[in-house]
């Protein structure tokens, strides 16, 4: 069966600070992989996919993420994180030719921002 | 555009009764998927639904159930309620079931089992 790790149940960073927040998956075929993100109070929306091609996907708000096969990943990066982006963050694995109703999600990750 | 709309949004139960959860997809989206997202187990797969049939179900026992409508709108049920039951349950809509259209959340149905 598929399965998504986080690596980091809360993090804490200072405005500025870099982030890297890990995502690994547990699928022996092609997938689709994703991050979701919820701000405090709103729904959980799209941050960035991977489908296929440049394995180096770049999102809305400057983030980004690199799809390293060989070591099943998906880790999310930000140069210069920002107060706003205090939010809880999602990795999902789709199985290639899934349905996108079906994902499979990590715990999430807290990404919580001093000022 | 309308977002994604469940309704209500809080529910307080008691052991035993059953309940019904809402969905409107966004207009034009066909596919609706259910989750239940606790803090230990995070978000979990319920079910799918597209043209009004289930096309996908989650390792949830029978007591949850839901059904699609000819306009999309989606209801999920659940029997019999127990206390584990207590979650947030959120809808999502997608155009179609491919990965190409990205899944779009509601607010999500705080259930409280008491």
């Known amino acids: 069966a598929q399965s998504v790790s986080q690596h980091n149940h809360h993090v804490i960073l200072s405005e500025a600070a870099s982030l890297e927040l890990g995502c690994n998956y547990s699928?022996?075929?092609?997938?689709?992989l994703f991050w979701y993100v919820q701000y405090p109070g709103q729904h959980l929306q799209l941050l960035l996919k991977y489908f296929s091609g440049d394995p180096l996907v770049k999102g809305i708000k400057g983030f980004e993420a690199e799809f390293i096969k060989s070591k099943f990943s998906f880790n999310l990066r930000k140069p210069s994180v920002q107060w706003s982006d205090t939010a809880e963050y999602f990795c999902a694995v789709m199985s290639y030719g899934g349905s996108q109703g079906n994902l499979i999600f990590g715990k999430g990750t807290k990404l919580s921002v001093k000022p | 555009k309308a977002g994604v709309t469940q309704t209500p949004r809080y529910l307080i139960k008691t052991r035993g009764q059953q309940v019904t959860l809402s969905c409107s997809p966004i207009?034009?989206?066909?596919?609706v998927s259910w989750y239940q997202q606790t803090p230990g187990q995070g978000l979990q797969f319920l079910f799918e639904y597209f043209s009004e049939t289930q096309r996908n179900k989650g390792n949830f026992p029978g007591r949850f159930s839901g059904r699609q409508f000819s306009n999309s709108r989606s209801e999920m049920n659940v029997s019999t309620l127990e206390l584990g039951d207590s979650a947030l349950y959120l809808c999502?809509?997608?155009?179609?079931?491919?990965?190409?259209?990205?899944?779009?959340f509601g607010n999500g149905t705080r259930l409280t089992v008491t």
């Open positions: 207009s034009g989206h066909r596919s």
């Open positions: 999502a809509s997608s155009l179609d079931r491919g990965g190409g259209s990205p899944l779009h």
């Open positions: 699928y022996g075929g092609t997938v689709n």
